[in-house]
Nanobody, 120 residues
C-alpha cells in the first residue's frame, strides 16, 4: 500500500539545523511532485516547500526562503528537507505530501508527520 514515512524531526536550539526525510513506497515516486507542509498548534497547515517530479523546479514559503532546501532522490524514493537557521516559529508538525494529476483525477498522499521543536 501507499506509504510516506517522515523522519528526522526532534528538538533543536534556535539557529540549529535539521534534515527531514520522507521515505515513499507503494507508488511511482518519480512521477509525483513532492512537498513539505507544516502545521503549528492553532494554525492552518501551510506549504513549506515543493519540488517537481524530476526535481527541476522548487518553490518555498516566504518565511522559509534562504533557510530551507527541498531535494529528492528518485532512485531511493525519498524526499528531503534541509532546515537551517531554525527559529522558534518553525516549531510545528511537518508533513510530507506526494501529488499528481492524471487527467482530472488527483492522486494525493500524506505522511503521518514528524514533530520539529525549536527551543532553547
Amino acid at each position: 500500500q501507499v506509504q510516506l514515512v517522515e523522519s528526522g524531526g526532534g528538538l533543536v536550539q534556535p539557529g540549529g539545523s535539521l534534515r527531514l526525510s520522507c521515505a515513499a513506497s507503494g507508488f511511482a515516486f518519480s512521477t509525483y511532485a513532492m512537498s513539505w507542509y507544516r502545521q503549528a498548534p492553532g494554525k492552518e497547515r501551510e506549504l513549506v516547500a515543493g519540488i517537481t517530479s524530476i526535481g527541476g523546479r522548487t518553490n518555498y514559503g516566504d518565511s522559509m526562503k534562504g533557510r530551507f532546501t527541498i531535494s529528492r532522490d528518485n532512485a531511493k524514493s525519498t524526499a528531503y528537507l534541509q532546515m537551517n537557521s531554525l527559529k522558534p516559529e518553525d516549531t510545528a508538525v511537518y508533513y510530507c505530501n506526494a501529488f499528481k494529476e492524471v487527467g482530472a483525477r488527483p492522486y494525493d498522499y500524506w505522511g503521518q508527520g514528524t514533530q520539529v521543536t525549536v527551543s532553547s
